[in-house]
């Protein structure tokens, strides 16, 4: 532990300090796409979790990179949940990770070596629960403490899982419970127990590991994990990508334990503010559902669970994936239906 609290340095920490999603939106369509080759097989185009580049009949690498300022004081604590955070892309492509590279930015006249190598432990303490070296990186001398993982993963090209691959009649399936944003947002506040805090480290460092097992579920259409723009705003991604709207169940979505009171009470992030800011004309609330539960459907997840859209006929099976993988509070909220790109919340 260290003297020092590391999201005094965070205007925003987690994915919580995302570019907000019309910003975002702006900058890519600025931004040329360049030569897309046929070997590569998921791009910028669909929002995805990661790049897809085939390699042969027989094998696609996955890549993808992820990095923020700390949501934690802890900095072991800080380097898991980032690392758990980075990984978990390549579970959501369906992928099994091989080697991950570090990207590691410090403000080496405020934070000791010690504490700089503890959020490197932590990290590297991830990649070995997930079987993979920190293979290299990158350091540099900033202003606000940054970590994360550049992480690479290998899938068999015909089961790569993607978000913009969902059909009318998917149910819909959440994997961890919502509330990330506003536990750190309490946290920061000084507001949260020793217990929450548990409770939060447990969720964002535990590895998004059922991936690889739903790739070989013939009914699983479409998955995604959820991060800095909630669930709302990920959904909506899957409903756009695939030409479909969502209808979801708030009273089915797991949650936090802590998170409703602590959003009832006002205690949100700005993150969530400017996520329905981004893309809230395409949410409809139902009658009975306000501003806390709203904040909550925005609220950004750091390391968040898999979303995934699958032919109700595998539904026991998805949920028997991840109940066996410790994912104890997957649950179903929804479903796919034809119709504009929405999200209904009833």
Same mark, same amino acid.
């Given at each position: 532990m260290t003297s020092v609290r590391l999201t005094e340095f965070s205007h925003g920490g987690g994915c919580g300090c995302k570019i907000a999603p019309a910003v975002l939106s702006d900058i890519l369509s600025r931004s040329p796409m360049g030569v897309m080759p046929p070997e590569l097989l998921v791009g910028n185009a669909s929002s995805d979790d990661a790049a897809v580049y085939r390699l042969n009949d027989q094998q696609a690498i996955v890549a993808t990179t992820d990095f923020f300022t700390p949501i934690v004081d802890d900095p072991t604590d800080f380097g898991r949940i980032a690392a758990t955070n980075a990984i978990s892309d390549i579970y959501a492509m369906g992928a099994t990770p091989i080697m991950a590279l570090a990207i590691v930015g410090m403000p080496l006249d405020k934070l000791a070596p010690e504490v700089i190598g503890q959020i490197l432990e932590g990290g590297a303490?991830?990649?070995?629960?997930? /079987?993979?070296?920190?293979?290299?990186?990158?350091?540099?001398?900033?202003?606000?403490?940054?970590?994360?993982?550049? *992480?690479?993963?290998?899938? &068999?090209?015909?089961?790569?899982?993607?978000?913009?691959?969902?059909?009318?009649?998917?149910?819909?399936?959440? /994997?961890?419970?919502?509330?990330?944003?506003?536990?750190?947002?309490?946290?920061?506040?000084?507001?949260?127990?020793?217990?929450?805090?548990?409770? #939060?480290?447990?969720?964002?460092?535990?590895?998004?590991?059922?991936?690889?097992?739903?790739?070989?579920? &013939? $009914?699983?259409?479409?998955?995604?994990?959820?991060?800095?723009?909630?669930?709302?705003? &990920?959904?909506?991604? #899957?409903?756009? $990508?695939? @030409?479909? *709207?969502? !209808?979801?169940?708030?009273? !089915?979505?797991?949650?936090? !334990?802590?998170?409703?009171?602590? %959003?009832?009470?006002?205690?949100? =992030?700005? *993150?969530?503010?400017?996520?329905? *800011? @981004?893309?809230?004309?395409?949410?409809?609330? +139902?009658? $009975?559902?306000?501003?806390?539960?709203?904040?909550?459907? =925005?609220?950004?997840?750091?390391?968040?669970?898999?979303?995934?859209?699958?032919?109700?006929?595998?539904?026991?099976?998805?949920? %028997?994936?991840?109940?066996?993988? @410790?994912? +104890?509070s997957a649950a179903v909220i929804g479903q796919m239906n034809a119709g504009a790109p929405t999200v209904q919340v009833r």
């Open positions: 303490s991830v990649c070995r629960e997930a /079987g993979i070296p920190i293979a290299g990186g990158h350091s540099i001398d900033v202003l606000e403490p940054i970590y994360g993982l550049v *992480a690479l993963g290998i899938v &068999h090209p015909d089961r790569v899982l993607r978000n913009d691959t969902a059909r009318a009649g998917d149910v819909l399936i959440l /994997g961890k419970p919502l509330g990330v944003g506003v536990l750190s947002a309490a946290l920061k506040k000084g507001q949260l127990d020793a217990d929450g805090y548990a409770c #939060m480290i447990d969720t964002t460092t535990r590895l998004n590991t059922p991936g690889p097992a739903l790739a070989q579920i &013939h $009914g699983v259409h479409a998955v995604t994990d959820v991060t800095g723009f909630g669930l709302a705003g &990920h959904l909506l991604e #899957m409903c756009r $990508g695939s @030409g479909l *709207a969502a !209808d979801v169940a708030f009273g !089915d979505i797991p949650l936090i !334990d802590a998170a409703a009171g602590f %959003a009832q009470a006002g205690v949100v =992030t700005g *993150a969530s503010r400017r996520n329905w *800011a @981004g893309y809230g004309s395409d949410v409809r609330l +139902g009658d $009975g559902l306000g501003a806390w539960q709203q904040a909550l459907l =925005t609220d950004p997840q750091t390391s968040g669970g898999l979303l995934v859209a699958c032919d109700p006929t595998s539904v026991d099976q998805v949920l %028997a994936v991840f109940r066996a993988q @410790g994912f +104890g």
